[in-house]
């Protein structure tokens, strides 16, 4: 149990399009999704909270116009990069932290999506 | 301003050994911290966690000490088997949030 997928796992655009990727806990609820990007040899950045049922909250420096998030269900959330540029390429991961969560250990994350801008 | 920091970007120890990594961390109000093993292009892996007001933890192979007046934390991983080898994030959260930030992580290579 507790899986947490992505899609897509990878996609590649061009520069001016915009691009969506999905996370989803495919057997738990979750009221609370987190989304993180990781450059190159990079940590872990975290970018935003995604909470079901209202807006995302967004760390510092990042642009809530250009990365937007919705967490319409309790097992979905959304991350969509619009008007992508090749700096945004990089590796975006979400995790999952159950409705039930008995501790903090319980967030579980997904396997990522490279996306590249050409 | 980097609040978790892993400052050794590699590690390379011989099978059988103990493996060390450590992490600093800036902030008080850290109230549990976690590891994580990472391959490129897959999402991290939970290994172990400790809470504030603990300073050991333990998980077979896998041991996690925290020094709070310090704030440094560090991953003891005794015998290191090849299957070790990978990238190690140290995490640090609050846990009313949730929020994970994450050192820089620390590649590890064990030798056959």
């Known amino acids: 149990g507790a899986v947490v997928s992505q899609h897509p796992s990878w996609v590649i655009c061009k520069s001016g399009t915009s691009v969506k990727i999905e996370c989803r806990s495919l057997?738990?609820?979750?009221?609370?999704m987190f989304w993180y990007r990781q450059f190159p040899k990079q940590s872990l950045m975290l970018m935003a909270t995604s909470n079901e049922g209202s807006k995302a909250t967004y760390e510092q420096g990042v642009e809530k116009d250009k990365f937007l998030i919705n967490h319409a269900s309790l097992t979905l959330s959304t991350l969509t990069v619009t008007s992508a540029h090749p700096e945004d390429s990089s590796f975006y991961i979400c995790?999952?932290?159950?409705?039930?969560?008995?501790?903090?250990?319980?967030?579980?994350f997904g396997p990522g999506t490279r996306l590249t801008v050409l | 301003d980097q609040q978790v920091k892993q400052n050794s970007p590699s590690l390379s120890v011989q099978e059988g050994r103990i493996s060390i990594l450590n992490c600093d961390y800036t902030n008080s109000m850290f109230d549990y911290f976690l590891w994580y093993k990472k391959y490129p292009a897959e999402g991290p892996t939970f290994l172990i966690s400790i809470s504030s007001i603990k300073d050991k933890n333990e998980d077979g192979r896998f041991t996690v000490f925290l020094n709070k007046s310090a704030k440094h934390l560090s991953l003891h991983i005794v015998p290191s088997q090849p299957g070790d080898s990978a990238v190690y994030f140290c995490?640090?959260?609050?846990?009313?949030?949730?929020?994970?930030?994450f050192g820089q992580g620390t590649t590890l290579q064990v030798k056959p």
């Open positions: 995490a640090a959260g609050s846990s009313n949030t949730g929020k994970l930030i």
């Open positions: 995790s999952a932290w159950p409705l039930a969560a008995a501790s903090y250990n319980e967030q579980f």
């Open positions: 057997d738990f609820q979750a009221t609370t």
